[in-house]
């Protein structure tokens, strides 16, 4: 069973930076591609970036030139770094594997909270 424990959430000002980080469990890590998303008040959660197995990343227009996703595969750790964040940015943010989260019995992990406010 997949389990992910997401961390590094906080309150931050407009314009600073946070890293999020993602620990999974499991022998999979290694072969799929991880996401990040995120879930603001009263919307659906979005995708905001993903990387393959072997490091090739992709964004959410929203966040492009902003956040940057990376990965430790030896760690089983994804990560996120945030920069310049924006009052927009303040979701409660999860990982998964892009090919589980777009199953139905998809479970999520407790995810962890931005909010970027002055």
């Known amino acids: 069973q997949v389990q992910l424990v997401e961390s590094g959430g906080g309150l931050v000002q407009p314009g600073g930076s946070l890293r999020l980080s993602c620990a999974a469990s499991?022998?999979?890590?290694?072969?799929?591609?991880m996401g990040w998303y995120r879930q603001a008040p009263g919307k659906k959660r979005e995708l905001v970036a993903t990387?393959?197995?072997?490091?090739?990343?992709n964004y959410a227009d929203s966040v492009k030139g902003r956040f940057t996703v990376s990965r430790d595969n030896a760690k089983n750790t994804v990560y996120l770094q945030m920069n310049s964040l924006k009052p927009e940015d303040t979701a409660v943010y999860y990982c998964?594997?892009?090919?589980?989260?777009?199953?139905?019995?998809?479970?999520w992990g407790q995810g962890t909270q931005v909010t970027v406010s002055s």
């Open positions: 998964n594997y892009p090919f589980i989260a777009a199953t139905p019995s998809v479970n």
């Open positions: 990387i393959t197995n072997s490091g090739v990343t």
């Open positions: 499991g022998s999979i890590f290694n072969i799929y591609a």
